[in-house]
């Protein structure tokens, strides 16, 4: 009878172990799991198609065609960068980049330097989504002092 009296504690005891390890294992899991999209996200990205919604107008541009771009995201900056596959007198090159805050389902850029300089010292606020190694964002594009508000969607590719 003193031997069962003593494992009893020790039974007990075990048992909330576990339970506290199991427990602390699934928060662990849980936490990864939140931050997959934010990570996700940073890499090399190739720009494949952009989608310019104005009121009733849609404009589909296919950005594989004689130009190049690409965007490059880390978890506190991102870049940008076009060209065209001419190298003549009338190639054409943009870039721009700055800061950028990365959540589960937004991405914010905060654009700092542009070649279009108008375009500097704005914030734009998209959605997002990754399918595999597919990117799509959308997000209104608004610049008070150049008359742009418009629905942009672009679908990206990602660079290994």
Same mark, same amino acid.
């Given at each position: 009878?003193?031997k069962?009296?003593?494992? &009893?504690?020790?039974?007990?005891?075990? &048992?909330? =172990?576990?339970?506290?390890?199991?427990? #602390?294992?699934?928060?662990?899991k849980?936490?990864?799991?939140?931050?997959?999209?934010?990570?996700?996200?940073?890499?090399?990205w190739?720009?494949?198609t952009?989608?310019?919604?104005?009121?009733?107008?849609?404009?589909?541009?296919? %950005?594989?065609?004689?130009q190049e771009?690409?965007?490059?995201?880390? =978890?506190?900056?991102?870049?940008?960068l076009?060209?065209?596959?001419?190298q003549?007198?009338?190639?054409?090159?943009? =870039?721009?980049?700055?800061? #950028?805050?990365?959540?589960?389902?937004?991405?914010?850029?905060h654009?700092? &330097? #542009?070649?279009?300089?108008?375009?500097?010292?704005?914030? &734009?606020?998209?959605? %997002?989504?990754?399918?595999?190694?597919?990117?799509?964002?959308?997000?209104?594009?608004?610049?008070?002092?150049?008359?742009?508000?418009? %629905?942009?969607?672009?679908? %990206?590719?990602?660079?290994?």
């Amino acid at each position: 009878m003193k031997k069962s009296f003593v494992l &009893f504690p020790l039974k007990v005891l075990a &048992f909330l =172990s576990t339970l506290l390890l199991a427990s #602390c294992e699934k928060s662990s899991k849980t936490h990864k799991s939140e931050n997959t999209n934010e990570t996700a996200l940073i890499g090399t990205w190739k720009l494949l198609t952009g989608t310019i919604i104005k009121e009733k107008d849609t404009t589909i541009t296919d %950005y594989t065609a004689n130009q190049e771009v690409i965007k490059i995201i880390n =978890s506190t900056h991102f870049a940008f960068l076009r060209h065209d596959l001419k190298q003549d007198s009338t190639s054409i090159f943009v =870039s721009g980049g700055g800061r #950028c805050g990365i959540t589960p389902h937004k991405y914010i850029e905060h654009l700092d &330097f #542009c070649n279009f300089r108008e375009w500097e010292n704005n914030t &734009f606020e998209f959605e %997002y989504s990754i399918q595999g190694d597919t990117l799509v964002t959308k997000g209104i594009e608004k610049v008070t002092s150049l008359n742009v508000n418009h %629905y942009n969607i672009e679908k %990206y590719v990602r660079i290994k």
